[in-house]
């Protein structure tokens, strides 16, 4: 099976930036050709859509929140997929999950992912 451990979480100033990683142990994202995605959920609020990203890398999508400040990267051969995400904002203050899915496409429902990470937090003050 695949476990996805997410780290990179912390506190920063709105405006500031932080990198997300997220790393998976048991098979490699390559031999199971997994397309990836990341997710967040606020308190009281639902599991939003952030950004995905084929198993080759070459097709993104990204959540109308997010887009023009995440980047969402992967590395094979390392196992491990990245957001970068700057212009940071407080309402991006979530908790946020790393997914996986046994397909190589994009999808942006949580539904088409069937491995998930622990969650990192990120906070972001004012």
């Known amino acids: 099976q695949v476990q996805l451990v997410e780290s990179g979480g912390g506190l920063v100033q709105a405006g500031g930036s932080l990198r997300l990683s997220c790393a998976a142990s048991?098979?490699?994202?390559?031999?199971?050709?997994?397309?990836m995605g990341w997710f967040r959920q606020a308190p009281g609020k639902e599991r939003e859509f952030v950004a995905a990203?084929?198993?080759?890398?070459?097709?993104?999508e990204y959540g109308d929140s997010v887009k023009g400040r995440f980047t969402i990267s992967r590395d094979n051969a390392k196992n491990t997929v990245y957001l970068q995400m700057t212009s940071l904002k407080p309402e991006d203050t979530a908790v946020y999950y790393c997914?996986?899915?046994?397909?190589?496409?994009?999808?942006?429902?949580?539904?088409?992912?069937?491995?998930w990470g622990q969650g990192t937090q990120v906070t972001v003050t004012s």
């Open positions: 990203i084929s198993w080759t890398g070459g097709s993104t």
């Open positions: 048991g098979r490699t994202l390559s031999t199971y050709t997994m397309g």
């Open positions: 997914a996986a899915r046994s397909r190589s496409g994009v999808v942006v429902s949580s539904t088409g992912y069937n491995y």
